[in-house]
């Protein structure tokens, strides 16, 4: 499996961006999606996870009501929307592969990173 992601830029504080992820290599629709993010010395952090289907999505406490998962198994696609946003969301996001239970924010839980893209967010 390879994970593309992609859609991260410059934005000021408040606004929005929309990253993707594009996958390729297996049935997209059989596996779980999360995003992930890390910002210089400090570990990767969970933001938002999905099931097979979106039907199940959960959140990080600290993006809760800004940040939107979903995805779209026809396009093998899993996007991030992120309104609302703040200096401290700045950092390189991830999207991963779920192997564990739903509602695992683990990371080892998660697999196949895609190479991240960076979020900047200026006050």
């Known amino acids: 499996v390879q994970l593309q992601a992609y859609g991260g830029g410059l934005v000021q504080a408040g606004g929005s961006l929309r990253l993707s992820c594009a996958a390729s290599?297996?049935?997209?629709?059989?596996?779980?999606m999360g995003w992930f993010r890390q910002t210089p010395g400090k570990e990767r952090e969970f933001v938002a996870a999905?099931?097979?289907?979106?039907?199940?999505?959960y959140y990080a406490d600290s993006v809760k009501g800004r940040f939107t998962i979903s995805r779209d198994n026809a396009k093998n696609t899993v996007y991030l929307q992120m309104n609302s946003l703040k200096p401290e969301d700045t950092a390189l996001y991830y999207c991963?592969?779920?192997?564990?239970?739903?509602?695992?924010?683990?990371?080892?839980?998660?697999?196949?990173w895609g190479q991240g893209t960076l979020v900047t967010v200026s006050s």
């Open positions: 991963a592969l779920g192997g564990g239970p739903i509602g695992s924010r683990r990371v080892d839980d998660f697999g196949s």
């Open positions: 290599g297996r049935t997209f629709s059989s596996i779980a």
């Open positions: 999905t099931s097979r289907s979106g039907g199940i999505t």
